[in-house]
């Protein structure tokens, strides 16, 4: 499990994360959401262990995480970033191995095993065909499968349990792809989360890509938690126009099951900042 | 299929594959810059034990003559070319070098600043030129640092280039303001070194920068690694495990040993740590563990090849070798900037 006590964290005086609790169960599919601005990306950092807390702690299964080892923290949870660009031409398959480096010693060179985990991991994303092509020539979508591929070799093959499963942070997974890698990305998660037992974090402001995945939200607003909890107690119309200032109707879609956001108007600008 | 199975074979095989050939080919560069000059010597002869070191006039020329300039060559290039590597793989960009940072133009300040004033850090038993290099560079790259870590994402092309050449001029006035105490006959001799020269004429300037060398050699076998994991930005390098901030101080220290020792030899000597590093890339791949040892070997043959070309092109004068990369550099660099935009 991993948990958030109370952290606030900023890059300059002002807090861009203030008093923020939250929980990651076991298995969970939790959802951060929020406006642009309100924190979700440097939330996400927090729990990655990448940024400390000015105030408060990150908890992974009851420790500390700056008590733990770095390269163990990599080894049980990986972050895929809303955009990778490389200045250097590496294939695919060679971007896809460095997710094993906390799995080898400072001069350990990746052997069969570690490349038979990385084709494991393309081929769970769909992107085996791509791995002797330069990843700088892929699109978007086979840009964030391939670092997908790369997050799963990193947390494949350590050791853990039911209740110690490993962890996929991901940020934005969906802000530079168009509708239909949305979708595809979106059942990706889904397999992925069922297949290999993952917890998964995603932070996004697309609210329809949050209800159609998460079992639990957080929604932020100015970097603290103005509410969490499970999609549907979390989901309303009333909530949506706290957020992002816009009324908004909340059903449950026919066809997909899932809850669907429909934004009407927005509202007065006073009634947005209240 | 062959893609796939170039692919799969191991990191360890390319670099066995590639050490092989990179090191042939420094090899033969050694053995043969020394044969090229106004006297014609021959390889057979120079290695004759039969005749006495004495009466051997080819061996003479060879280890006393011409070997100290030919290694002198294989250090420099060696050092610019994986300076060039790291310094383009910590700033995620391919135009960073040694020459082009000012990191180049900071260590020749600092060497010539111990050689005009005659800095001497014989009680240290350490020698001042090297580490008074190193300091100028060490100089220069704390200002790119602080330029890089000031902006989130790294340092733009254009950033980086501006505050090179504006490091460049910088250091530059300075060398010309430390030049006008020097006397005379030694401001030639001064010039020639500034443009690049590795006529050093003993092995004494080898030696003394072979501590910088070495250690610099042994930090960047190290950070092959966290390079290329740096590449991919440093939240997700931090995320897969490496400690950022140690790896870039590393990167920013050896960079800066290597282009000190460099520099304190054979002078600000231009354009090897981009032309070098791109050639090996096109050849062997982004990987840092194949580019580095490959890039610290091929960059010792060019820049042995270029000297021979030096010293020939207008023989019976020589020309520092300063002038044949930056000759050959100089559009190689406009390339590249084109063909990035």
């Given at each position: 499990?991993?948990?958030?006590?109370?952290?606030?964290?900023?890059?300059?005086?002002a807090p861009v994360v203030r008093?923020v609790?939250?929980?990651?169960?076991?298995?969970?599919?939790?959802g951060i959401i929020g406006p642009n601005g309100s924190g979700k990306t440097t939330l996400l950092?927090?729990?990655?262990?990448?940024?400390?807390?000015?105030?408060?702690?990150?908890?992974?299964?009851?420790?500390?995480?700056?008590?733990?080892?770095?390269?163990?923290?990599?080894?049980?949870?990986?972050?895929?970033?809303q955009?990778?660009?490389?200045?250097?031409?590496?294939?695919?398959?060679?971007?896809?191995?460095?997710?094993?480096?906390?799995?080898?010693?400072?001069?350990?060179?990746?052997?069969?095993?570690?490349?038979?985990?990385?084709?494991?991991?393309?081929?769970?994303?769909?992107?085996?065909?791509?791995?002797?092509?330069?990843?700088?020539?892929?699109?978007?979508?086979?840009?964030?499968?391939?670092?997908?591929?790369?997050?799963?070799?990193?947390?494949?093959?350590?050791?853990?349990?039911?209740?110690?499963?490993?962890?996929?942070?991901?940020d934005e997974p969906t802000a530079a792809l168009d509708l239909?890698?949305q979708l595809?990305?979106a059942?990706?998660?889904?397999?992925?989360?069922?297949?290999?037992?993952?917890?998964?974090?995603v932070s996004t402001h697309d609210l329809n890509f949050a209800a159609s995945l998460c079992?639990t939200l957080v929604l932020l607003r100015g970097g603290q938690v103005l509410a969490a909890g499970p999609v549907t107690d979390v989901l309303t119309p009333a909530r949506i126009r706290d957020l992002y200032g816009v009324d908004a109707e909340v059903t449950r879609h026919p066809?997909t099951?899932h809850l669907t956001v429909v934004a009407l108007s927005a509202c007065g600008p006073h009634e947005a900042t209240e | 299929?062959?893609?796939?199975?170039?692919?799969?074979?191991?990191?360890?095989?390319?670099?066995?594959?590639?050490?092989?050939?990179?090191?042939?080919?420094?090899?033969?560069?050694?053995?043969?810059?020394?044969?090229?000059?106004?006297?014609?010597?021959?390889?057979?002869?120079?290695?004759?034990?039969?005749?006495?070191?004495?009466?051997?006039?080819?061996?003479?020329?060879?280890?006393?003559?011409?070997?100290?300039?030919?290694?002198?060559?294989?250090?420099?290039?060696?050092?610019?070319?994986?300076?060039?590597?790291?310094?383009?793989?910590?700033?995620?960009?391919?135009?960073?070098?040694?020459?082009?940072?000012?990191?180049?133009?900071?260590?020749?300040?600092?060497?010539?600043?111990?050689?005009?004033?005659?800095?001497?850090?014989?009680?240290?038993?350490?020698?001042?030129?090297?580490?008074?290099?190193?300091?100028?560079?060490?100089?220069?790259?704390?200002?790119?640092?602080?330029?890089?870590?000031?902006?989130?994402?790294?340092?733009?092309?254009?950033?980086?280039?501006?505050?090179?050449?504006?490091?460049?001029?910088?250091?530059?006035?300075?060398?010309?303001?430390?030049?006008?105490?020097?006397?005379?006959?030694?401001?030639?001799?001064?010039?020639?070194?500034?443009?690049?020269?590795?006529?050093?004429?003993?092995?004494?300037?080898?030696?003394?920068?072979?501590?910088?060398?070495?250690?610099?050699?042994?930090?960047?076998?190290?950070?092959?690694?966290?390079?290329?994991?740096?590449?991919?930005?440093?939240?997700?390098?931090?995320?897969?495990?490496?400690?950022?901030?140690?790896?870039?101080?590393?990167?920013?220290?050896?960079?800066?040993?290597?282009?000190?020792?460099?520099?304190?030899?054979?002078?600000?000597?231009?354009?090897?740590?981009?032309?070098?590093?791109?050639?090996?890339?096109?050849?062997?791949?982004?990987?840092?563990?194949?580019?580095?040892?490959?890039?610290?070997?091929?960059?010792?043959?060019?820049?042995?090849?270029?000297?021979?070309?030096?010293?020939?092109?207008?023989?019976?004068?020589?020309?520092?070798?300063?002038?044949?990369?930056?000759?050959?550099?100089?559009?190689?660099?406009?390339?590249?900037?084109?063909?990035?935009?």
């Amino acid at each position: 499990m991993l948990q958030a006590a109370e952290v606030t964290f900023g890059y300059t005086e002002a807090p861009v994360v203030r008093d923020v609790s939250l929980e990651v169960p076991a298995g969970g599919f939790v959802g951060i959401i929020g406006p642009n601005g309100s924190g979700k990306t440097t939330l996400l950092r927090l729990l990655a262990g990448t940024r400390k807390p000015q105030r408060g702690a990150i908890f992974l299964d009851g420790a500390p995480l700056g008590s733990i080892r770095r390269a163990e923290v990599a080894r049980r949870m990986a972050v895929v970033p809303q955009e990778t660009h490389l200045a250097f031409d590496y294939s695919v398959l060679e971007v896809v191995l460095m997710g094993r480096y906390p799995h080898l010693g400072a001069f350990e060179i990746e052997g069969p095993r570690d490349i038979e985990l990385a084709r494991t991991a393309l081929a769970a994303t769909g992107t085996g065909a791509l791995e002797a092509r330069d990843f700088t020539t892929l699109s978007g979508g086979e840009k964030q499968r391939v670092i997908i591929a790369a997050a799963l070799a990193q947390i494949s093959a350590s050791e853990r349990t039911a209740e110690q499963p490993a962890i996929l942070l991901l940020d934005e997974p969906t802000a530079a792809l168009d509708l239909k890698y949305q979708l595809e990305t979106a059942s990706l998660l889904r397999t992925l989360h069922h297949a290999h037992a993952l917890s998964v974090v995603v932070s996004t402001h697309d609210l329809n890509f949050a209800a159609s995945l998460c079992t639990t939200l957080v929604l932020l607003r100015g970097g603290q938690v103005l509410a969490a909890g499970p999609v549907t107690d979390v989901l309303t119309p009333a909530r949506i126009r706290d957020l992002y200032g816009v009324d908004a109707e909340v059903t449950r879609h026919p066809r997909t099951g899932h809850l669907t956001v429909v934004a009407l108007s927005a509202c007065g600008p006073h009634e947005a900042t209240e | 299929m062959t893609q796939r199975d170039a692919n799969a074979r191991t990191v360890g095989r390319r670099l066995t594959l590639t050490l092989v050939i990179f090191g042939g080919l420094t090899l033969a560069a050694i053995l043969g810059a020394p044969l090229i000059g106004s006297t014609p010597i021959s390889l057979t002869r120079v290695f004759d034990r039969s005749i006495p070191f004495a009466d051997n006039t080819d061996a003479q020329i060879f280890f006393v003559a011409r070997l100290p300039r030919t290694l002198a060559g294989a250090l420099v290039g060696a050092m610019l070319a994986s300076a060039g590597v790291v310094f383009q793989g910590l700033l995620r960009n391919p135009l960073a070098t040694p020459f082009t940072l000012g990191v180049s133009a900071g260590a020749a300040l600092g060497a010539m600043l111990a050689i005009t004033f005659g800095w001497s850090l014989a009680w240290l038993g350490a020698p001042a030129a090297p580490l008074a290099s190193f300091a100028g560079s060490l100089m220069a790259v704390a200002i790119v640092y602080a330029l890089a870590t000031a902006r989130h994402h790294g340092l733009s092309t254009n950033v980086l280039l501006l505050a090179g050449v504006t490091m460049n001029a910088f250091f530059s006035a300075l060398i010309l303001f430390v030049q006008y105490f020097a006397d005379f006959s030694e401001t030639f001799r001064i010039l020639r070194w500034l443009m690049g020269d590795l006529d050093i004429s003993s092995y004494q300037p080898l030696v003394t920068a072979l501590p910088l060398v070495a250690i610099s050699f042994a930090v960047f076998a190290w950070l092959a690694r966290p390079l290329n994991l740096l590449n991919l930005g440093a939240d997700a390098a931090e995320a897969r495990g490496l400690d950022v901030l140690r790896a870039q101080r590393a990167a920013f220290l050896s960079a800066s040993l290597a282009t000190g020792a460099a520099v304190s030899v054979g002078g600000p000597v231009g354009f090897v740590g981009i032309v070098v590093p791109h050639l090996v890339r096109l050849l062997v791949g982004a990987d840092h563990r194949i580019v580095l040892p490959a890039s610290a070997l091929f960059g010792a043959a060019f820049l042995i090849g270029c000297d021979a070309l030096a010293r020939t092109v207008m023989s019976p004068l020589e020309l520092p070798v300063g002038v044949i990369t930056a000759l050959i550099g100089g559009p190689f660099f406009l390339w590249l900037l084109v063909r990035r935009t």
